[in-house]
């Protein structure tokens, strides 16, 4: 099981921008498809970006399209979600997760380890 630490979360003003890290450890990285999620407060956990092992092919939510750019650097085990023009509807806790399953990339069941999250708080 790949231990998953994100990091670069924080409080910004609408507008703004963020860059998130995960950072993983513990268990191969480098051949699977890496994602990220989000959840605010009583709302389900929902897809943001995910990105393919070799880098290839990245998906994003329709919510985030133009807005959030996901890249990784398999030789520093680390996956990025830069986050610009952030709104208030962007505030939640960010999730990155690794994908095991054969099913869609944009589930939640599809994804085996996560992260403990880190908080996006954007401010009007």
């Known amino acids: 099981q790949v231990q998953l630490v994100e990091s670069g979360g924080g409080l910004v003003q609408a507008g703004g921008s963020l860059r998130l890290s995960c950072a993983a450890s513990g268990g191969t990285f480098d051949i699977y498809r890496m994602g990220w999620f989000r959840q605010a407060p009583g709302k389900e956990r929902e897809f943001v970006a995910a990105i393919s092992a070799s880098t290839s092919t990245i998906f994003y939510g329709d919510s985030v399209k133009g807005r959030f750019t996901i890249s990784r650097d398999n030789a520093k085990n680390t996956v990025y979600l830069q986050m610009n023009a952030l709104k208030p509807a962007d505030t939640a806790m960010y999730y990155c997760?690794?994908?095991?399953?054969?099913?869609?990339?944009?589930?939640?069941?599809?994804?085996?380890?996560w992260g403990q999250g880190t908080q996006v708080t954007v401010s009007s």
């Open positions: 997760a690794r994908k095991r399953g054969y099913g869609s990339t944009y589930s939640v069941q599809e994804y085996d380890s």
